[in-house]
C-alpha cells in the first residue's frame, strides 16, 4: 500500500439508509445498481453443469468462451476482435481498480478519468500511488499521463459520448502514449435519441480507431445486462500485443475466471433474448420513476443512456438525500462521483417494479402534500 486510502464513501449513508428503514412502510433502496431480476434460466443451467471443476480454470479463458466474447462484440458492438484480443475479468471493477497496477504505473504518472465518474478509476491511482486527474477535455491532459479512463455510457450520470468525441480522445491519448480505456458495461441500455434506436459507440468502433487498435481496450460486464453480478462475469477487448501483456500479468497474480463461470458467460453470450427483455423492464422502471422526480421539481440531466437518473434540484446533494431519506427513499449522493456534482443525486433503476411504483408514489404523495 502506498499510503492512507479515503474512508468507503457508502459507510456515510448509513444514518439516511436508518432513517429510510422508519418509514412506515419500508426503505426502499435506489441508491445502488445492484440488479434485482433473476438471472437468466439458460445461463444457470450453463453454471449448474460445469460445476465438475477440478482442474485450475486458464486464466485466458476457454477457446469456446473467448471466441463468444468475439463474435459478440462483432454481433453487438460492431467491432471485429479476434479470440487471441479477448480476456476475462473477476468482473468490471477489480480490472477498473487493478489496471494501472497491471500496466506498471506508479509514482510521478497520471491515471484520467471522466470528471463526474464512479470511484474506482480514481482508487485505481491511489492504489499505485499515481496522480488521478477528472477530465473531459483531451487538451487538459498532462504529459505524465499513462492511462485515460472513459466512460460512456456513464455511471452516474448516463451521458454518451460519440464517435467523434471518443475519436479525439484517443488521438490525443496516443499522442501521449497512454493507454485509452473504454468502460461500457451500459452500452445495451440507451433511452433517449438518438441512442434508442442508434448503437452507442464502442471506443474501439471502427468509426473511433479504423482498424488499429493499438493502445485501446473496451471493457464490458454481464452485470446489468444479464443480471449477472454475483457471478462477476467481465471482459475486456483490444489491442493484441496489450491483451498479451495483461494476460501474462494476470496469470502470476492468479486472476483467473472459475469454470462454471465461464461457461455461464458462453450462455449469457449467445443468447439476446433475455438482454431485449432486461432493456424493456429498466426502460419501464425509467417511465414510472422520471415523471414523478420532475413534477417534484428534480431536473434530470444526461441520462440518456444507463440505468440511473441523475437528478438535481439546485440544493446541496445531502440535502436531497435527506429529503428522500424521510419518505423512505435511500439514494446515493453526487458528492460521491468526484467534486463537480455536489447537488446531483442519483437514483437506480437496478429495484423490483413494485419498489419503483412505491418509491414513485410517495414521491408524488410529497408533492402534493406540500
Known sequence: MRGALPDYPWDAMAPYAAEAARHPDG??????????DPSPAGVREALAAAT?????????????LREAISEWFLRRRGVRVAPAAVLPTVGSKELVALLPF?????????????????P??????????AEALASDDPAEWPAHTRLVWVNSPSNPDGR?????????AVTRARELGAVIAGDECYAE?????????????????????GDDHTDVLSVYSLSKQSNLAGYRAAFLAGDPELVERLLTVRKHAGLMLPAPVQAAMIAALRDETH???????????????????EAAGFRIEGSEAGLYLWATRGVDAWESVASFAQLGIVVGPGHFYGDHS???????????DADIAAAARRIAGSTEAG
Open 52 to 64: 465438475d471443476a477440478h482442474a485450475y480454470p486458464a486464466t485466458a479463458g476457454t477457446p469456446h
Open 120 to 129: 474506482s478509476y480514481a482508487m485505481g491511482a491511489a492504489l499505485v500511488g
Open 275 to 293: 438482454v431485449a427483455a432486461q432493456r424493456d423492464r429498466y426502460r419501464a422502471r425509467r417511465a414510472v420513476l422520471r415523471p414523478a422526480l
Open 160 to 168: 454518451v459520448r460519440d464517435a467523434e468525441w471518443l475519436r479525439a
Open 27 to 36: 426503505a426502499v433502496n435506489l441508491s445502488v445498481g445492484s440488479p434485482v
Open 102 to 118: 497491471l500496466l506498471g504505473i506508479g509514482a510521478g504518472e497520471a491515471v484520467v478519468f471522466p470528471r463526474i465518474a464512479y
Open 342 to 352: 455536489p447537488q446531483h443525486v442519483r437514483l437506480a433503476l437496478t429495484a423490483s
Open 189 to 209: 441500455f440507451g433511452w433517449d435519441a438518438p441512442w434508442d434506436t442508434t448503437q452507442i459507440p464502442s471506443i474501439l468502433d471502427p468509426a473511433v480507431v
